[in-house]
């Protein structure tokens, strides 16, 4: 497979050279005192980055296993949650509360709008019987960011419980953990960590644990308690994926240097370049409001009369630049720019001039002042 | 972390350099056309070295994670199962079930020896509620290895459904999916595969699958009808631990080369070759009757006086050999040597000698004539 490929898609991210080397590590015994200190300062470092107090847990599993993890750990069936969909993988979230019984109630958008904490607010003070309330922070899909701590005060303020898919914001974005009062916070490897897929990371706050002594839900696999009670052995309970603990824990030395308040810097500045550059290019982004564009993920309407598929395979095969269509319903109607992880100015600018170059080869007319 | 070590644990074991070159792969788009091809190519591999022509499932989860995936994808709560245990990933699987709500009839053995078929064949005259079979391949916790054949025929006279655990086996040592008449078969990517942890493998039979129609138990994550209808795209449900297929590519590629005949019997040689090994230094086999040891770990009683954790750290610390200790019940009791994967009669042959050096260390006295 080509080695030079610039990978602008929200994930699997690319990962930096010193990264990929360690992920060459030999096996060790992961129930070793070596590998145990490894497990102890990973999940260490990704409490700062998390903005908590509470343990982060760490499951070989993708996003959408932690985010499983975060249903069925503190909720039992017929629970009511509140399940907020902006896109796919609000959609998603629902799905896996409703295949564990919950009864979900939704609380959808338009593919390409954020939710407003209002609406939260009033289907919270109408319905006392919803326990819980799922939220994309991020979403992947739509390239939109919901105001998170917006939307946490109000569930904070009804007292139910707030569970956040931060798959694609958590370490790229401002998330205030145990600030802002979110209950269970999940996110996985392969995003804004510069490492490969095949972890979750998931906090519980103090909440959060209160209600997993009886949430009912069946969990053996993703329950959380044993992950808890093995983390002070620096231990999991099932064998873990030491490969990429390996890597992340090169990644995450490379993101305390450069700090979390550089990262959120450049990750706005690399979206606002994208943003800027896509519309200099007479194209029109999927989200309109600018205070809820994603800094992660710029998802980009395709003009009429080209086709995403035909664009994306020139993209990739001459300029190898490799772009995300859409999903579900927004199949086939816009294409998405990942900027999240390692990205720099360099890997914008290539992929703003291969498009430029590769749209006009699939029917599109540029326009003339640009 | 040391480099040189002797991981004689029974997984993660030893990974060959090549494989582990293959895991600094740069990461791909995880739905592009090559990576497809490569889990296509990995899929058609597993196949036939499960002896199988039901699709292979790849799960982004470790070997526990495939034995939930099994018992959540054909049974549904209620459905009374027979879960033969003869050690910790017995009591593992029925543990499972009982969590998803199955009723859980406990055959259960002394933790050294193997199952009865004619036990097996009893219980099931006995309850014709007695939907599916558990059973263990290779107890991994005490060396024992079940006749998995003899079990299985006694199954599919019975006309219920056998799950099978052969996270220790499968690759290591004959198992035949097809022909013995498995119904759902899972084992992991870090034991006699010879790649890093992260990937659990499961098929289904026919059965299964028609069991998996009307299979109530709660599954997302582990839903296999997802990963089915993926496979012809070369997809995964789920973002997928990119890296470990990588790894597992070219893992494969060699075993291949190696043959499964020829595999077997060098698993078989280097069991051999342990076995009289411990036993030429007056140490005594958990596993008393030499037909049921297990050709990919062995489990030996740790001499009176002497501390196990004791042995093991001299082991580590001075040769360089790493060897298991006991689980549960067994903890303090017993010693585990790995002999799985990547294994060679120079790996046993060091070990051997550590272990002739470490003992008299830590207050064992070596027979006179040996």
Redesign the interface.
């Given at each position: 497979?080509?080695?030079r490929?610039n990978?602008r898609?929200p994930?699997?991210?690319?990962?930096p050279p010193e990264v990929?080397?360690a992920?060459?590590?030999?096996?060790?015994?992961?129930r070793?005192r070596?590998?145990a200190g490894?497990i102890q300062r990973v999940a260490e470092r990704l409490k700062e980055f998390f903005c908590t107090n509470s343990d982060v847990l760490i499951l070989?599993?993708?996003?959408?296993?932690g985010l499983?993890a975060a249903v069925v750990n503190v909720l039992s069936p017929g629970d009511r949650v509140l399940a907020v969909s902006i896109g796919a993988f609000g959609d998603r979230f629902a799905?896996?509360a409703d295949?564990?019984?919950a009864e979900v109630k939704a609380l959808n958008y338009e593919w390409c709008q954020a939710a407003d904490p209002e609406d939260v607010r009033r289907a919270l003070a109408d319905d006392a019987q919803i326990r819980a309330v799922l939220v994309t922070h991020n979403e992947t899909s739509t390239g939109v960011t919901n105001p998170l701590q917006d939307i946490a005060r109000v569930v904070r303020e009804a007292e139910r419980l707030l569970l956040v898919d931060a798959v694609s914001s958590l370490s790229s974005i401002p998330l205030e953990t145990d600030a802002w009062g979110l209950d269970v916070t999940v996110t996985?490897s392969?995003k804004g960590w510069m490492a490969?897929?095949?972890l979750a990371f998931v906090a519980m706050s103090e909440r959060a644990w209160k209600a997993n002594e009886n949430a009912k839900?069946?969990?053996?696999?993703?329950d959380l308690a044993r992950y808890r009670d093995l983390l002070p052995k620096g231990q999991t309970?099932?064998?873990?994926?030491?490969?990429?603990f390996f890597?992340l824990d090169v990644a995450l030395e490379r993101m305390a240097e450069e700090g979390m308040e550089r990262i959120f810097a450049r990750h706005a500045r690399m979206a606002q370049m994208t943003r800027q550059g896509v519309q200099s290019l007479g194209l029109e982004l999927l989200c309109a409001d600018e205070r809820f564009a994603s800094n992660t993920v710029t998802a980009v309407k395709c003009p009429d009369g080209v086709e995403v598929s035909a664009l994306r395979n020139v993209l990739?095969d001459e300029y190898g630049v490799?772009v995300?269509g859409g999903q579900a319903k927004l199949s086939g109607k816009i294409f998405r720019i990942g900027h999240l992880g390692l990205v720099e100015e360099e890997d914008i600018k290539q992929t703003l001039q291969a498009l430029e170059k590769a749209l006009p080869q699939v029917g599109y007319t540029l326009p003339a002042y640009r």
């Open positions: 497979m080509s080695e490929v990978l898609i994930g699997p991210t690319p990962v990929l080397e992920m060459s590590h030999p096996m060790v015994n992961h070793g070596e590998f490894l070989s599993a993708s996003g959408t296993g499983e799905a896996i295949t564990y019984g996985g392969q490969p897929p095949g839900m069946p969990r053996f696999y993703f309970p099932w064998t873990p994926t030491v490969s990429v890597g990739e490799v995300a």
